[in-house]
C-alpha cells in the first residue's frame, strides 16, 4: 500500500502546499526568483574572477539561464522542478573556495537587490550550503579534501 493511500500525503502531492507557504513566508515567486537568476549571472559574467570560469564552459545561456531558474525554484520553493545532478557538473572546476566566496558576494547582493529581505534570507542561506557542498565535490574530486 503506498503512504498516499495510507493516509500519509507524498511530496509530489504535498509539494503545492509547500510551495504556496514557502511563498507566502518569503515573498518568492517563480518570476522573482527568474529576475533573481538573471541578475546574478550578469553579475557573474561581467566579474573579473568569476567571467572567465563561466565564459570557458557556457556558449549558450539561455539554457543555463532556464535551467537554473528550475534549480533555484526547486531550492527555493520546493517546486520540484529541477531535474539535474550538480555535483557532477562541478566536481572538475577549476576553482577554490576563495570563487566560491566571490559566487555568494554576488549571489548575496543581487537577491538583496531583487527580493524582499525574507526571501533573500531564504535563498542566501541555502547558496551558502550549496557553495560549501560544490567546494567539497571540488575537492573531493582533486583528492585534496581535509577533514581535519
Not at 498516499?4 to 509539494?15: D, H, I, K, Q
Not at 565564459?55 to 527555493?76: N, Q
Request: proline share 6%; with cysteine; glycine share 8%.
Amino acid at each position: 500500500m503506498s503512504m498516499e493511500a495510507a493516509g500519509t500525503p507524498s511530496l509530489a502531492s504535498a509539494r503545492p502546499a509547500i510551495t504556496a507557504a514557502l511563498m507566502a513566508e518569503t515573498g518568492l515567486d517563480e518570476a522573482m526568483l527568474g529576475r533573481l537568476v538573471r541578475g546574478f549571472y550578469a553579475k557573474v559574467r561581467a566579474d573579473a574572477v568569476l567571467g572567465p570560469i563561466f565564459a570557458e564552459r557556457i556558449r549558450d545561456w539561455e539554457p543555463h539561464l532556464a535551467r537554473m531558474t528550475d534549480f533555484w525554484s526547486s531550492v527555493a520553493l520546493m517546486t520540484g522542478r529541477y531535474h539535474g545532478q550538480p555535483v557532477p557538473a562541478h566536481a572538475g572546476l577549476p576553482v577554490e573556495w576563495g570563487h566560491f566566496e566571490r559566487w555568494l558576494e554576488l549571489f548575496g547582493e543581487t537577491a538583496r537587490e531583487i527580493c524582499p529581505p525574507a526571501g533573500a534570507a531564504h535563498v542566501v542561506v541555502r547558496a551558502e550550503n550549496i557553495a560549501r557542498s560544490l567546494h567539497m565535490a571540488v575537492e573531493t574530486e582533486r583528492g585534496s579534501l581535509s577533514l581535519r
